[in-house]
Each structure stands twice: as C-alpha cells, then as structure tokens.
C-alpha cells in the first residue's frame, strides 16, 4: 500500500462582468424547474437543449442556458431542481447532470463570451462537449470548483442509500484497461417507484479536488423508467459536472460487456456499455482526468427499505486488466437493510459475484 497521491490539475475560474456579478432577484415565474439531465438530445427523462448552448452555474445558485451569442434561454436555480442519484454515490440536482451522445468527448479550454444579463464572463476550464464528428455540442462553466459547495446533497429520505457490496482494490500505480462481463440479473421483486439500482465496474482517479469515476453502468429505474438501461457514466469533471452517454435498452439475461480503457491518441479515457445480444453500444469520452489508482465493482443503492428493492446476483466473469492487476478485497454495507449481501471471490482477479437474497 501506498500514500494516496494529489496530481497537480488545478481549476481557474475567473469572472469578469461588464456590470458586476448580478444575484438574480426577478419573480419566481422568470425561472424553469427542471426535473431531468440537460441533453442535447431529444428523449425520455432529459431536457432537451440546443446544440451550442452553453451553461453557466453561478455562485448565486442560479443555472442559466445561453445561446452561442450570450443571450439567456432558460433559467434554473439549483435549489428548486430535482436532485437525481447519479452512480458515484450522491445525488445531485439534474443541471449538474448532461447526457450527450455516445462517441462524444470532453475537452478543458480557455473560454470567454459576452451575455445580454451578466456581461463578460471569462474562465480558464471551460468544460466543452464535442460530437462524434467533431462539432461542438455544448460549453459548461461553473464559478464553483468541483471542491466547492456544490449543490450536492443525500436524497431526503429515511430510506437507506449507499453502496451496499462491493469488491475492490485500491492506492494501485496505475490501471489503464478493464473489461468486465455481467447478465443482467433479475429486476428488483416488488420496488418502491423511488428505487434506483445500479451494478458496474469501475475506474477511480484523484484530481485536484476530489475523487472522480468512470463507469460503465447497468442502471435499474434511472430517472424513473421503470426497468434495465445502461449507460457509461463519469465525474464530476472540472466544472462539477456528470456525464452519461447516450442510455442503451437492456433486458433481464443480456450479457453485457463493461469497458473501460486509455485511448494514446488523443490522450482520452473512453467508458463503453455494450450489449452483446443486441449489439447496442454507447461510449463517451472523458478526457484525461488522472493516474486511475482504484478499481471496484459495485451494487449501489438509493431509497432502499428490504431486499424487494434489490435485483438478483450479479456475477462478473472473464474480467481482463492491463496496467496494475487487482486481488479484490470485499466489502458489504453492514447499515445496508439487506439480507444475504455477500462478496463472492471466485476466483482472482477475474470472477466476482454481487449475492442478494433475490
């Protein structure tokens, strides 16, 4: 074991507003309550925006969409909006949440714009969007580093949430591929509308300023669907930002692959779900967050009250490594309400079973 190491990737936001910093005080009808992620792309459970807007997350607590040329399209404070799980063990309100398309990519750059409300706003991260084909999907700024207050928080509730099981390995030199292999198990038997579920594999790196994840992610009742998606998932980026690909439809006994891998050219971590049974794939890119020093895999859960909220087991198998190999270790959540949780070594590194009751 060794010394958990900082790297030196440091966030400088700085403001300039042609009239000062405005703390919107305009009534109440002037802003959106938005219960779902910003996506750029029309769909179930997201809130379509234009391609090219840009969004900006104020220190006052307001979310404001602009056009390309500054000009508000919507406004949102954080406060109001629908705070969603996202999987890496909070939730957070939906404006910190976009889905973008799969092969889409992130990028930090220098970024200024002049706004017909707050003047000229100037940051040095700017967290930018690119689509497959090389157009720019979308711009995200915050004046808020990932290590400030952010508007997350627990969901508001006596239910239990957290990661119930896992297995992992963590303060490795570096991990640079893992692939995974998982059915999906058995829908929860009699759930809450409020459960979410989620199963994955999973990267982990240390920034400036906190952990961040990489995840391909099986996902039961997501935002509320009512059944299996997966999705690659990863965050907070630079900007506090999460992003979810594009999701994928998933069924009870499709076998699914999780990647995770360094991409040398350009110097990207890519995260891809794939479906193996029907094919359906989705990946997105994250830019170079950091040295990937642990690994997990997972069951995590929101708003659970006993094992009718939790799917089967879930055995991931085949799991290949390149950089550091894990020897997993297992941990269950004794807080978790939950019988028969249980970390199976099957055998190492590669096979793993998540056991519930169901």
């Known amino acids: 074991m ?44 997201v ?28 406004k949102a404070r954080d406060s109001d909006t629908t705070q969603i799980p996202v999987p890496a063990g909070v939730s957070v309100p939906a404006t910190y949440i976009t889905q ?46 990932k290590i400030g207050k952010l508007p997350y928080s ?12 896992k297995a ?9 591929k893992f692939v995974a292999y998982w059915s999906c198990p058995s829908a929860p038997p009699s759930p809450s509308s409020d459960v979410v579920d989620y199963l994955f594999n999973a990267f982990q790196c240390y920034p400036s300023g906190g952990p961040v994840i990489l995840q391909p992610v099986l996902e ?9 998606t997966g999705a690659p998932w990863w965050g907070p980026d630079e900007n506090g930002e999460y992003h979810r690909g594009g999701p994928i439809e998933i069924s009870v006994g ?33 830019g170079n967050p950091g040295i990937m020093e642990d690994v997990f895999l997972a069951l995590e859960v929101y708003n659970v009250d006993d094992d009718n909220d939790v799917p089967g087991d879930t055995d991931f198998h085949s799991m290949t490594f390149e950089g550091d190999t894990p020897i997993w270790k297992g941990d269950v959540d004794e807080n978790a309400p939950l019988s028969g949780l249980n970390v199976e070594m099957v055998s190492q590194p590669d096979r793993v079973i998540l056991h519930t009751a169901n």
């Not at 400088?12 to 009239?19: K, M, R, S, Y």
């Not at 889409?104 to 706003?121: C, M, N, Q, W």
């Not at 891809?272 to 794939?281: A, G, K, L, P, V």
């Open 220 to 228: 039961w009742n997501y935002a509320g669907s009512g059944r299996w």
């Open 100 to 145: 973008s398309p799969s092969g889409s990519r992130v990028t930090y750059e220098p970024f200024k714009f002049h706004t017909k409300d707050r003047g000229l706003i100037v940051t040095e991260k700017a967290t930018r969007i690119y689509g497959p084909d090389g157009s720019l999907l979308l711009t995200i700024i915050s004046e808020k580093s």
């Open 47 to 74: 809130y379509h925006i234009p391609q090219s807007s840009i969004v900006y997350h104020s220190a006052d607590g307001i979310t404001t969409v602009y056009t390309s040329d500054g000009k508000p399209i919507l």
């Open 154 to 165: 627990g969901l508001a509730t006596t239910k239990y949430s957290g990661w119930a099981e």
């Open 168 to 176: 992992y390995e963590t303060n490795a030199d570096s991990f640079i």
């Open 254 to 286: 499709d076998s699914l692959e999780g990647k995770i891998w360094w991409e040398p050219s350009p110097q990207v971590y890519a995260i891809q779900i794939r479906n193996q049974d029907t094919s359906s794939t989705s990946v997105i890119y994250a």
């Open 2 to 45: 060794k010394t958990k190491k900082i790297l030196a990737i440091g966030i400088v936001a700085i403001l300039v507003c042609g009239v000062g910093l405005v703390v919107a005080q305009a009534p109440s009808k002037e802003y959106v309550v938005i219960k779902a992620p910003l996506s750029l792309e029309e769909g179930e459970n």
